[in-house]
T-cell receptor, first 114, second 115 residues
Framework: AQSVTQLGSHVSVSEGALVLLRCNYS??????LFWYVQYPNQGLQLLLK??????LVKGINGFEAEFKKSETSFHLTKPSAHMSDAAEYFC????????????FGKGTMLLVSP | EPEVTQTPSHQVTQMGQEVILRCVPI?????FYWYRQILGQKVEFLVS????????KSEIFDDQFSVERPDGSNFTLKIRSTKLEDSAMYFC?????????????FGPGTRLTVL
């Protein structure tokens, strides 16, 4: 069975600082991995996804994530945080079944201070 | 930009009552999903729906739950007799196709509170 662990329910950074949100997964087959973002009162929006091509994946809004099989990790990073990045971030895994069932982590709230 | 919409944004109900949560998926999408998130816990898959039938469902989706696409635009989740533990945020999603390459677009969610 697949599962996702996100370390830290809240992460605080200063504007301009590096953002690092951690995600570790377990999967019995090669996984597909996703990061979603949720802004207040909005739905989950796909930031980026890994589907067994390049291990470094670039997404929207300057975010990127690196798939590391040896560490079973898919951490999300952004070199320089912006106030508008404040949101909740969810890591998810799919084992590529026909209907793409997503298994999510608990989410990490990113707080950005001026 | 097309988006998935959900109504109501917040629903309060008494234990044992029936509730219907409504979703309008993106118009050309063919696959529909419901997820839920109990406060402080993970977002969990409930059910997927295609061609007017359930494609896949989780253990959570028991006989108390049902889904329907009554009119070609709405996609509903019904809980027949709500329990306190059904209190959660319910997310609807839709995708153009199946498989991991087809992005699921999520609605803003309905917060269900069962008293």
């Amino acid at each position: 069975a697949q599962s996702v662990t996100q370390l830290g329910s809240h992460v605080s950074v200063s504007e301009g600082a590096l953002v690092l949100l951690r995600c570790n997964y377990s999967s019995s087959v090669p996984p597909y991995l996703f990061w979603y973002v949720q802004y207040p009162n909005q739905g989950l929006q796909l930031l980026l996804k890994y589907t067994s091509a390049a291990t470094l994946v670039k997404g929207i809004n300057g975010f990127e994530a690196e798939f590391k099989k040896s560490e079973t990790s898919f951490h999300l990073t952004k070199p320089s945080a912006h106030m508008s990045d404040a949101a909740e971030y969810f890591c998810a895994v799919s084992e590529g079944s026909g209907y793409s069932t997503l298994t999510f982590g608990k989410g990490t709230m990113l707080l950005v201070s001026p | 930009e097309p988006e998935v919409t959900q109504t109501p944004s917040h629903q309060v109900t008494q234990m044992g009552q029936e509730v219907i949560l409504r979703c309008v998926p993106i118009s050309n999408h063919l696959y529909f999903y419901w997820y839920r998130q109990i406060l402080g816990q993970k977002v969990e898959f409930l059910v997927s729906f295609y061609n007017n039938e359930i494609s896949e469902k989780s253990e959570i989706f028991d006989d108390q739950f049902s889904v329907e696409r009554p009119d070609g635009s709405n996609f509903t989740l019904k809980i027949r007799s709500t329990k306190l533990e059904d209190s959660a945020m319910y997310f609807c999603a839709s995708s153009e196709g199946s498989g991991t390459y087809n992005e699921q677009f999520f609605g803003p969610g309905t917060r269900l509170t069962v008293l």
